[in-house]
């Protein structure tokens, strides 16, 4: 299990960025850089809104398909897009993770596509080629909060994993707020496997009846 960060990060820049979206939704936010973060990588902190004593948060796992190419083999651009307006609604932060893979690289995510394209679901297709089925660490995440100075938090995730790993990190998670259900023929198989697999809290019964692409 995590154990609390025993190195602190701290902020190294901030600037402002308006943000613009393909459906015309648009918002201005602060992203945050950060000297010390454990694993080395560049992660940000989008912060939205006005935060409040208990803000809004979402550890979103950088996915390039998605987030950029729109790919509907996963629900990652919707998420992305829903966790900005509600956060901005709201008041909170967005860490914005180089996890890409659930923490495999791009390079590995795209050979896992070809295992899933033959049979695999998305956690099989992992293990096939040796690798973890989730390889994410959040203590970077836990070290940008703590920065931010955010020790308590709504987090919007439908993956316990994440809140589970920020309490053993030290972080005062009061509530998982689930995201939307953003379900495409390519992408059943996939959210199936996250509820069935790591009990991620998306409802079945909006899973079925779509056709796998």
Do not use: W
Request: net charge negative; hydrophobic share 40%.
């Amino acid at each position: 299990m995590p154990d609390t960060p025993a190195v602190l990060a701290t902020p190294r820049s901030r600037v402002r960025v308006p943000l613009r979206f393909h459906d015309g939704y648009e918002v201005d936010a602060e992203v945050v850089t950060f000297h010390g973060l454990a694993d080395g990588q560049e992660h940000v902190a989008v912060v939205l809104g006005e935060p409040g004593p208990v803000p809004l948060v979402r550890l979103h796992s950088e996915c390039l398909t998605g987030d950029v190419f729109g790919s509907a083999r996963c629900d990652c651009g919707p998420q992305l897009r829903e966790a900005v307006e509600r956060i901005a609604e709201r008041g909170g932060v967005l860490l914005y993770l180089r996890q890409e893979g659930r923490g495999i690289g791009l390079y590995n995510k795209l050979d896992a596509y070809a295992l899933q394209d033959e049979g695999l679901d998305t956690y099989e297709a992992n293990a096939a080629l040796g690798l973890p089925e989730d390889a994410r660490d959040y203590t970077a995440a836990a070290q940008m909060l703590r920065a931010l100075g955010i020790g308590e938090l709504d987090l919007l995730s439908n993956n316990p994993d994440k809140a589970s790993q920020l309490r053993d990190l030290g972080v005062d998670v009061r509530d998982r707020v689930p995201t939307g259900v953003f379900t495409t023929a390519h992408n059943v198989r996939y959210l199936r496997a996250k509820v069935l697999q790591t009990q991620h809290t998306l409802p079945l019964a909006a899973l079925t009846g779509l056709s796998v692409g």
